[in-house]
């Protein structure tokens, strides 16, 4: 919104830019203030916001995953060396701190001391120094020992091993039953098919084995199946059994992390080991419920750039480097260099895998953007591409209100939900949660069943505007309700989570004593600028009652002030100014007095802090009865919009963009009559004649470009015996001038006397000689009108019969009379007087 827009249906106005501002002012603005300058406001940049320690609840939800890893003897050293940097880059990129990771290698077992299986990484927590111990432990997988591991391709037992450690305890708290539903994914890398031919446990020759294998494999796919372990095999390569990685991915639990597409297990395969990098991540997102967003790719030194969406609350950018050397510097969208451990804006940074093949920063709470990746080595460290990508994720806070707030038992009742970050950006581009799924579950006292309803932003009713992201649909309250109830929205979409945040209530039973009812003035405003509101309130009761104003998933500010009650005048006791940081918005006053008596109604003013994110405010404004528990009495969200206040340029553009044109104007007209006076001024056609004794001893014309300001230098020479010349003289030395006024009137000076007029075709006595100037153009005297018609004036040399010589009719030649004739009349008009102006030339003749 510009400066000059005012705020909708009654808002407070944005101040507006005085009228009338003098051009003058508009001139010195573009000539003392150029954009950019010193006088250009500097871009709104909200305030930081101090980072708040990571309580789990806040943070994506864990995930326990085994990276298994196939080390037969048909991968060659590159193949194991790139599974070993897809392995890296999964435990480095998990964006939980909660999530636990192993990493095991497989082949066979085939003669005594080997094993078919190789844990490289135990079950590890991926928090700072877990995710440090994983990158250095995941480097093992590139080291094949074929004393201790066979050649063969043992599915079985990798699968058993994955799921036995995946089931494993986790420790303390591994009673807890958000424990117990953390997801158990097993992410198994091939290149092949099952081959145990030549282990013995398999049986006492190779087809048996192989078949005894297989009836293994599909054992220990229904262990999994039992414990909740989802198997996702991506295979690389020409070898590939699809049928068998196909079993695999449905023969284990086939649960998922979300009703959305693609989260169930799949096989996948690729053509080489080249592409598993980028296919194993893409696997981890869906299968964690996650995002990818695939960002450049070069070798260094080089600036890499990868784009997080804003609906990005938890992600991790990951590096593949493939070289120890390469070093990263990681730039946010504001072009700051982050940490690489600690808080920042809001944000929070942590930097592991900075001295292997694969790094990641993770970062809680991502500025969302553009973000720059720099990447440098040494020299001959420079010659592999180096590629970065986010992977992240949405856990969304949700905001409910129900209409009415308190509704009776049998009675209908609209649910609306908004979704906001955990920086406090509310969701409003449906794009963003293109696929989403939104419903709300009802439950309470008086044993009824939960109420689920699909909630919807299609503009049907209830929902108000289809792709405004407000989700709404119609519920009814069971008869059997009675006490409190509770409403919790759950949205699922790729890369989106929600908190399950409930919204609490209770049934209204008869008629209520106290009703209220909340407005605010729908706006776009400033941070620092004010929103009006009311209350309108009935209180039935005897006694008054203390109502409280309350921003969910806000704060509202110190007002410093007391209450005020309905009737208008300050509260007395009981009543308490709002809580929380003049860096939210705060509400003047932030408790009213109910007193009994009729309806009334209560102005209030919100106030937008500071440091208030940019975009929809979020939360839903609640009216609270302090004296009833703080019960619920109305709902309602907020219609304000907060915008980057005006800068320099956003105030003062018009008068800028006028001042600009203006003098562009006066620019022009001034060049304009500058060119004009140049060319009425120009000598270019001028012919001097040099004459003694009524003889023609020299000429001289002026040329393009020599009379330069309207002004000729020439000399006249007199060589010894010889008869003098004229020539042109180029300063430095003694020459007369000759001169051409605005007016068009010719003018000479002699380098030894005045100046003085001369006109054409009058000779002019110079250094014992006679001066003629020929000037060709034809002058255009005044136009005088007489009886209301014009004058003809003829051209000079071109009065009436006479001609050049040798030509009858024509007058000319070096003895012909200069003065023109007189101009004569046309029509009756009396003769004018002889005017002293001076003649104008025209300069296109």
């Not at 080997?114 to 990158?135: I, K």
């Not at 080089?302 to 990681?330: E, F, M, N, Q």
């Not at 704060?555 to 300050?570: E, L, P, R």
């Amino acid at each position: 919104m510009t400066p000059r827009q005012s705020l909708r249906k009654g808002g407070p106005l944005l101040r507006h830019l005085p009228a009338g501002a003098p051009l003058v002012l508009s001139a010195l603005l573009v000539l003392s203030a150029p954009l950019g300058g010193p006088a250009a406001a500097a871009p709104y940049v909200p305030q930081p916001r101090q980072a708040v320690a990571a309580d789990p609840a806040e943070g994506a939800d864990p995930i326990d995953f085994a990276v298994v890893v196939d080390q037969s003897k048909s991968l060659s050293d590159e193949d194991l060396a790139r599974e070993t940097e897809a392995a890296a880059l999964l435990s480095q990129g998990e964006i939980s701190e909660r999530s636990r990771a192993t990493v095991i290698g497989f082949g066979s077992s085939e003669k005594p001391g080997q094993s078919p299986v190789r844990e490289v990484c135990p079950p590890t927590v991926v928090d700072a120094a877990g995710r440090q111990r994983l990158s250095d432990c995941v480097k093992e997988l590139a080291r094949r020992d074929r004393s201790r591991t066979g050649p063969g391709t043992d599915f079985p037992a990798a699968v058993r091993q994955a799921v036995t450690r995946l089931t494993e305890d986790r420790g303390p708290g591994a009673a807890d039953d958000k424990a117990r539903k953390t997801p158990k994914v097993v992410f198994l890398l091939t290149d092949g098919r099952l081959d145990v031919s030549d282990s013995p446990e398999y049986g006492a020759d190779g087809p048996s084995r192989q078949a005894n294998g297989e009836k293994r494999l599909a054992e220990e796919l229904a262990r999994a199946r039992d414990a909740g372990v989802q198997i996702w095999p991506l295979g690389f390569g020409g070898r590939i059994d699809r049928a068998a990685l196909a079993a695999m991915a449905e023969g284990g639990y086939r649960g998922a992390c979300s009703d959305v597409p693609g989260s169930v297990p799949r096989m996948r395969v690729v053509a080489g080991s080249a592409e598993i990098d980028k296919a194993l991540q893409e696997t981890f997102a869906a299968a964690r419920c996650a995002r990818i967003s695939h960002g450049t790719v070069g070798k260094p030194p080089a600036d890499l750039y990868v784009t997080i969406p804003p609906i990005a609350t938890d992600g991790s950018l990951t590096v593949s480097k493939h070289d120890p050397k390469v070093r990263v510097t990681y730039y946010d969208p504001a072009g700051r260099k982050v940490p690489t451990r600690g808080d920042f804006d809001g944000s929070a940074f942590e930097v592991s895998g900075a001295d292997g093949p694969v790094e990641a920063l993770r970062v809680k709470n991502p500025l969302p953007g553009r973000w720059r990746v720099r990447v440098e080595a040494p020299e001959g460290h420079r010659d592999r591409e180096v590629a970065v990508r986010a992977i992240w994720q949405g856990r969304l806070r949700s905001a409910v209100v129900l209409d009415p707030v308190a509704p009776r038992p049998g009675q209908e009742a609209v649910v609306e939900v908004r979704m906001q970050t955990r920086r406090g950006v509310v969701i409003t581009d449906p794009r963003q949660l293109e696929g989403i799924t939104v419903t709300a579950r009802l439950t309470g006292e008086g044993g009824f069943a939960p109420v689920n309803v699909r909630l919807a932003d299609d503009g049907k009713a209830p929902d108000r505007r289809a792709g405004d992201v407000r989700f709404t649909g119609r519920l009814t309250v069971p008869v059997s309700a009675t006490g409190d109830l509770e409403i919790t929205a759950d949205m699922a979409a790729p890369g989106v989570t929600s908190d399950r945040r409930p919204f609490h209530t209770r049934v209204t039973e008869g008629d209520p004593l106290l009703e209220a009812q909340v407005s605010v003035d729908q706006a776009t405003v400033h941070p620092g600028d004010t929103v009006r509101g009311r209350i309108d309130i009935t209180n039935r009761d005897t006694v008054p009652h203390t109502l409280r104003l309350a921003l969910e998933d806000g704060q509202i500010g110190q007002n410093g002030q007391d209450g005020q009650d309905a009737s208008g005048t300050t509260g007395g006791a009981g009543t308490t100014p709002g809580t929380g940081t003049a860096a939210g918005p705060k509400i003047t006053p932030a408790t009213v007095v109910a007193r009994p008596g009729p309806a009334t109604s209560v102005e209030f003013t919100l106030t937008v802090g500071r440091g208030t994110p940019l975009g929809e405010l979020g939360g839903p404004l609640v009216v609270l009865d302090t004296d009833d528990g703080d019960r619920a009495l109305d709902a309602s969200f907020l219609d304000i919009r907060v915008e980057a206040p005006p800068t320099w340029w956003d105030r003062w553009w018009p008068y800028v963009v006028g001042g600009a044109v203006a003098a562009a104007l006066l620019a022009a007209v001034a060049a304009v009559r500058i060119a004009a006076r140049n060319r009425i001024r120009d000598l270019t056609g001028v012919r001097l004649e040099l004459r003694r004794d009524g003889r023609v001893l020299d000429t001289l014309t002026v040329r393009t470009g020599q009379s330069g300001g309207g002004e000729y230098l020439f000399t006249v020479e007199e060589p010894r015996g010889a008869a003098p010349t004229l020539r042109r003289a180029r300063g430095g030395g003694p020459a007369h001038r000759l001169r051409r006024t605005g007016a068009g009137e010719l003018l000479i000076r002699p380098h030894r006397g005045r100046e003085s007029s001369i006109r054409p075709g009058e000779p002019f006595g110079l250094d014992e000689c006679e001066l003629v100037v020929r000037d060709g153009r034809r002058p255009v005297r005044d136009r005088l009108q007489s009886g209301g018609r014009l004058l003809s004036v003829p051209r000079p040399g071109r009065a009436g019969g006479a001609g050049r010589p040798g030509r009858p009719g024509r007058r000319g030649g070096p003895d012909a009379p200069t003065d023109a004739t007189p101009p004569t009349i046309t029509g009756d008009a009396t003769p004018p007087a002889t005017s002293t102006t001076p003649a104008v030339w025209d300069p296109d003749f």
